[in-house]
């Protein structure tokens, strides 16, 4: 029963810390392509967003 629950903890904390690294890695790939287009094409990045500039807004 010991051994059964001893698999059931580590099991959690492998799901959870692959989840985790799962999520981190998504998310900062997601983060720096952003980064990139906005650096390099600003205007395509607000089109492909739907963000609106103080100038549109007039």
């Known amino acids: 029963m010991s051994k059964f629950l001893g698999f059931l903890v580590f099991l959690m904390i ?3 810390g692959f989840s985790m690294l799962l ?3 998504l ?3 997601y983060w720096l392509t952003l980064l990139g287009l ?4 600003p205007k395509l990045l ?3 967003i739907g963000h609106k500039t103080d100038d549109q807004n007039k």
């Open 14 to 16: 492998f799901l959870t």
């Open 46 to 48: 607000y089109k492909i």
């Open 38 to 41: 906005e650096q390099y094409a």
């Open 23 to 25: 999520f981190l890695g």
């Open 27 to 29: 998310f900062v790939g």
